[in-house]
């Protein structure tokens, strides 16, 4: 298993112009990619879209933390995503080099995201553009290599991209959700 770069495999490889990304348990609702693709076409400084990431059975939203509490009506600007399920442009993903490979897995999308805004792209959220996903089950608690690729991975990514207090206020509040995870 080599986590996450196993779709930089894929990323180098691609040959369309976008480049649609799914886990192993999402799908796109039928019309989904039609309309990212569509908005992709209309706007050329877009470089990433970030779906709204919906459990099939309860219909209740993902991860609010990286997708708009409101979804709205219309394409909003946005600052990250979530890896279950967003389009890329093909040329921006393999410019940026994929995911880090040293992550292996989770929190793997926020330095893609900073790498977008970086080359001059924007990152949209798109209500229309649904992804439904299984919710992980956390009846058993979460895992230790849950909670330490994701401090370890914020805390290399903020490292590189903050600077100042917001570095310290990402490392605390990721030491907190840590421990109150594994508690």
């Known amino acids: ?27 796109p609702e ?13 706007k050329p400084d877009l470089g990433l879209i970030a779906g ?5 059975k309860s ?13 709205g009506r219309g394409p909003q600007p ?10 890329v442009r093909t040329r921006l993903m393999q410019e940026i080099g994929g995911y880090p490979e040293r992550f292996f897995l989770y929190a793997n999308e926020a330095p893609v995201a900073a790498e977008v805004f970086l080359r001059g792209f924007e990152l ?21 290599l849950h909670v330490f690729y994701g401090l370890r991975n ?5 490292w590189r991209y ?11 509040g990721r030491l907190v959700t840590g421990f109150v995870l594994l508690a």
């Open 59 to 71: 219909h209740k939203r993902w991860d609010l933390a990286y997708l708009p509490l409101d979804p």
């Open 162 to 172: 903050f600077h100042g207090w917001r570095y310290y206020d990402i490392l605390y």
């Open 1 to 27: 298993n080599i986590g996450i770069d196993a779709l930089n495999t894929v990323f180098r490889a691609a040959t369309g112009k976008y480049i649609l990304v799914l886990d192993d348990d999402s799908w």
């Open 52 to 56: 709204d990431i919906i459990e099939p």
């Open 124 to 144: 949209e959220f798109l209500p229309d553009v649904r992804v439904f996903h299984k919710m992980p089950s956390r009846q058993k608690g979460y895992s230790h």
């Open 30 to 42: 039928p019309g989904s990619v039609t309309r990212a693709v569509a908005r992709f076409e209309e």
């Open 154 to 158: 914020d805390l290399q990514t903020a």
């Open 78 to 87: 946005w600052f990250c995503f979530l890896g279950c399920g967003f389009l």
